[in-house]
């Protein structure tokens, strides 16, 4: 490994509150993984107990980066300040890009049984922080999925292979994949070797470089891991893959605010406190 590389790191989830008292899994945004460029949090619910997630995600601000919402199982309402909702069902996805400024909750609509899906932080540039916000949602059946006897692929975002998302990030070059990989199946994918590029294992279990993984695993892939080989353990596995282009500038977070210095941190959270966040209502929707 040359004196530049970076090596591959595997970090267990840490699961902590959130919202209203919502117990999560986080590997990204905890203190062995602040934010991984141009990740800053990435969040797992899992739960058939409604006690850790019927409060929800009640009213809250966001600016300067994009959230993108990914359920597996469950029913969850959007909301926000501008009039928009929106209902994500199993496997529907809500991409949005907060950018100048969003006031919204996220709320189950379901009062028991199983409540699962991610949450990923994406960053954005200094030049797009302030862009006008956006929002796009899609159900499960909107997004492709490549079949082979070995695995299937959900692609949520970008290109896999032939099959491209509704959702195309052209600022970061992020894809987004779900995968499901059959007992003792390879799963081979070539990232772009100058992203930074992720796996979280959810389901299952399995080897990559000859170390087992557990569930609730996120793999920081190295500078030489860009074409990961998973296999998956006796009892199959599904993970997430993801990747993005790192925007390689400095980051000043304050909760729900992500910027590039403290002075524009400082006015978002004036901004917030004087009604003054929301500054455009001009959004772009797409639902299906």
Not at 143 to 160: N, Q
Not at 191 to 202: G, M, Q, R, T, V
């Amino acid at each position: 490994m040359s004196a530049q590389a970076k090596p591959t790191r595997y970090i267990p989830a840490m699961e902590t509150s959130e919202g209203a008292g919502v117990t999560v899994n986080r590997s990204i945004g905890i203190p062995a993984l602040r934010n991984y460029d141009p990740f800053m949090l990435l969040d797992q619910i899992g739960s058939d107990n409604p006690d850790e997630y019927i409060a929800g995600f009640p009213s809250h601000p966001h600016r300067g980066f994009i959230t993108f919402t990914y359920m597996l199982d469950g029913d969850m309402e959007h909301k926000d300040s501008m009039g928009n909702t929106g209902k994500l069902g199993p496997g529907g996805a809500q991409w949005m890009k907060a950018a100048s400024g969003v006031i919204h909750s996220e709320m189950p609509k379901q009062e028991n049984g199983l409540m699962r899906g991610f949450q990923l932080w994406i960053n954005l540039p200094a030049a797009n922080k302030m862009d006008t916000p956006e929002y796009q949602e899609y159900r499960s059946g909107d997004f492709p999925v490549v079949e082979t006897p070995d695995y299937s692929v959900k692609v949520l975002i970008g290109h896999f292979g032939d099959a491209a998302a509704p959702i195309v990030d052209n600022i970061t070059d992020v894809s987004y994949f779900d995968v499901k990989l059959n007992a003792g199946k390879h799963f081979q994918h070539t990232l772009p070797a100058e992203h930074n590029s992720f796996l979280y294992i959810f389901e299952g279990d399995g080897q990559f470089n000859r170390q087992n993984i557990a569930t609730n695993t996120f793999i920081e892939l190295g500078t030489e891991d860009n074409t990961p080989d998973f296999i998956a353990g006796e009892h199959g596995a599904r993970f997430l893959l993801v990747s993005g282009k790192p925007i390689n500038e400095p980051v000043v977070q304050y909760g729900p605010f992500v910027m590039n210095s403290k002075q524009e941190i400082d006015q978002a959270m004036q901004d917030y406190q004087s009604n003054n966040f929301v500054r455009d209502k001009a959004w772009i929707r797409r639902d299906k």
